[in-house]
C-alpha cells in the first residue's frame, strides 16, 4: 500500500543553519505531496504543497521539490530560526480521484539560540 | 473568523464503554475529514464526511462511525471501546470536496483506561 517515510528525529539545530528533513513515499498513481507544521501546543497547519512532479511548493522560507524519480519530497530551508521549533510531517494524498491522506510519522525539530 | 473547533478537549473512558467527539468545522467549510494520531505517530486517516455521507474510509473497523449535520458539524463515534483507542483525534476541514487544504482543530485526547 501507500507510505510516507520521513527521517527520524530530533533534529537540534543552531539558529541560521540549513534544514534538511527527509521524506521518501511509496504510492501509485500521481499523488499530491504536502509538509504539514505542528508547532508546540497548536493544531496541524499546511506549511507547502505540490501536486505533480517537478512542482516546488515553498512558504516561510521552507522549500520542497516533488521528485518522482527518487519518490521523494525533501523540506529545506536555508537559515532555521528559534520560532521554526516543532513537529514536521511529510503526508501524500492519494491520486485517482481517492482524497486519502498518508501522514509520515513526524519529525521533530529543535532550533538553539 | 473561527477556525475549526473540536470537543470535549480531554475525556477518559472505561474499556467497553462508547464515545461521541464533536467538530465544527471552519466557517464555509463543507468536508470534515477525521484522524487519530498515536503518541509519536502521524495522524492516521478515519474517514471523511461530505453532503452528510461518508465518502473515503482508512483502515478502520466498523466500531467507528461518524456522522455529517446538514451545518456541516460532525461527529465521530467509537463503540467497545479498547485501550489501543487512546489516543488524539484530529478532525480537519476543507473548503470543497476535493480541496487540497486541510484545515486541523487542536484535537481531543481520548485516554481509555
Known amino acids: 500500500g501507500n507510505s510516507v517515510t520521513q527521517m527520524e528525529g530530533p533534529v537540534t539545530l543552531s539558529e541560521e543553519a540549513f534544514l534538511t528533513i527527509n521524506c521518501t513515499y511509496t504510492a501509485t498513481g500521481y499523488p499530491s505531496l504536502f509538509w504539514y507544521v505542528q508547532y508546540p501546543g497548536e493544531g496541524l497547519q499546511l506549511l507547502l504543497k505540490?501536486?505533480?512532479?517537478?512542482d516546488k511548493g515553498s512558504n516561510k522560507g521552507f522549500e520542497a521539490t516533488y521528485r518522482k524519480e527518487t519518490t521523494s519530497f525533501h523540506l529545506e530551508k536555508g537559515s532555521v530560526q528559534v520560532s521554526d521549533s516543532a513537529v514536521y510531517f511529510c503526508?501524500?494524498?492519494?491520486?485517482?480521484?481517492?482524497?486519502?491522506?498518508?501522514f509520515g510519522t513526524g519529525t521533530r525539530l529543535k532550533v538553539l539560540a | 473568523d473561527a477556525g475549526v473547533t473540536q470537543s470535549p478537549t480531554h475525556l477518559i473512558k472505561t474499556r467497553g464503554q462508547q464515545v461521541t467527539l464533536r467538530c465544527s468545522p471552519k466557517?464555509?467549510?463543507?468536508?470534515v475529514s477525521w484522524y487519530q494520531q498515536a503518541l509519536g505517530q502521524g495522524p492516521q486517516f478515519i474517514f471523511q464526511y461530505y453532503e452528510e455521507e461518508e465518502r473515503q474510509r482508512g483502515n478502520f473497523p466498523d466500531r467507528f462511525s461518524g456522522h455529517q449535520f446538514p451545518n456541516y458539524s460532525s461527529e465521530l463515534n467509537v463503540n467497545a471501546l479498547l485501550l489501543g483507542d487512546s489516543a488524539l483525534y484530529l478532525c480537519?476541514?476543507?473548503?470543497?470536496?476535493?480541496?487540497?487544504?486541510?484545515?486541523f482543530g487542536p484535537g481531543t485526547r481520548l485516554t481509555v483506561t
Open positions: 505540490a501536486t505533480k512532479a517537478d
Open positions: 503526508a501524500l494524498r492519494e491520486g485517482s480521484g481517492t482524497y486519502k491522506y498518508i
Open positions: 466557517s464555509g467549510h463543507d468536508t
Open positions: 480537519a476541514s476543507s473548503p470543497s470536496w476535493g480541496d487540497d487544504e486541510q484545515y
